[in-house]
């Protein structure tokens, strides 16, 4: 067994990877400092912040609440540096020889055709449309409504060549796996990121009797280990109603070679770390397709490709 090679090298949307384990958008990925520290690091992409039309900063806080290593809640309320910055980045970037993902999260059907007309004509390699973001008062997240997900991506078509995917928002439900699945066949959406953060969840302190989170009275989106299971149903949900025509990005507590081989499992192509990220470092992501390799290779799998979807049912 040993002199089989192990590889963890993957493709998403056709393009290639060296590795399968990225960091998700949002987490230590705004500034240009952070993002060439994904680029030095063994992160196997650079996923960049969340972006808008124009920059957002908030002065507000608590925003974000540890609840021990195993997760955090959060509402950072998509505080980033607007667009036009990030394609800007994306030039500097490519120096790292890695895949650059731009996410987008618009605030109406004219801000995402914005953004991404100008992501397609930038330097970044795929483009991650945002449709899950849980911390916008006053917004409901696109994603949980087919017809507002339909005119976006109506919207979306033919804005360029370079591949397109959904960060989805956990579904719980099999009814909206297959409306969004009809969805993404339909218009050709080539690769998925699921799960965002649980939308909406209420941490309280029961020594001060109060919320942990600032913004929308404490509403918050949880992130971390208690997604792991929600994260692989949503991953094999999609696996078996996608008929192999869309990649998968597996996120959703993330943390090692362990939880990364049930993703790949489910269906997932490649992965991305958010929480173990924030509270750990950038060693996270080798650590993490090095054990990942353990796990293929107990397994008798010599590569990502052979160990995809290969989920066994009792
Ligand atoms: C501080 C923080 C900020 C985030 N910001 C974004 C964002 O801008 N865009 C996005 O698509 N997801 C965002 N997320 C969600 C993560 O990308 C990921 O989907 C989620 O945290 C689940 O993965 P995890 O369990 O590994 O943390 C954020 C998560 C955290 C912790």
Not at 192 to 200: M, R, V
Request: hydrophobic share 40%; glycine share 10%.
């Amino acid at each position: 067994m040993k002199d089989k090679k192990i590889t963890t090298a993957t493709t998403v949307a056709g393009v290639k990877f060296d590795s399968c384990v990225c960091n998700a958008s949002g987490v230590k990925c705004t500034t240009l400092e952070e993002l060439r520290e994904i680029g030095r690091s063994d992160s196997c992409a650079i996923v960049m912040k969340s972006s808008t039309m124009e920059e957002i900063h908030w002065d507000d806080g608590p925003r974000s609440y540890y609840l021990g290593e195993h997760g955090m809640v959060q509402s950072n309320g998509l505080q980033n540096l607007g667009y036009e910055t990030y394609v800007a980045f994306s030039k500097k970037l490519i120096k790292y020889g890695k895949p650059i993902i731009a996410s987008v999260a618009g605030s109406s059907i004219d801000a995402n055709v914005t953004m991404v007309t100008a992501y397609q004509k930038s330097t970044v390699d795929l483009i991650e449309v945002n449709i899950s973001c849980p911390n916008i008062p006053g917004k409901s997240q696109v994603g949980y409504d087919s017809k507002q997900t339909e005119e976006l991506l109506f919207a979306l078509l033919n804005l360029g060549c370079k591949p397109m995917g959904l960060k989805l928002p956990p579904y719980f439900d099999p009814a909206h796996w297959d409306s969004m699945s009809e969805l993404i066949l339909r218009y050709n959406i080539s690769f998925i990121t699921c799960i965002n953060s649980i939308g909406n969840v209420l941490v309280i302190d029961p020594w001060e009797r109060r919320t942990v989170i600032k913004p929308k009275k404490g509403y918050a989106g949880l992130c971390g280990e208690w997604l792991e299971y929600i994260a692989n149903a949503n991953i094999r949900a999609f696996y078996d109603r996608l008929e192999g025509k869309v990649s998968i990005f597996g996120v959703g507590g993330v943390k090692d070679g362990i939880s990364a081989f049930t993703k790949i499992l489910a269906g997932a192509d490649a992965l991305q770390v958010g929480n173990a990220f924030r509270q750990g470092d950038h060693k996270i992501f080798s650590t993490i397709d090095q054990q990942l390799e353990g796990m293929l290779e107990f397994h008798g799998f010599s590569s990502i490709q052979e160990a995809k979807g290969q989920l066994l049912y009792i």
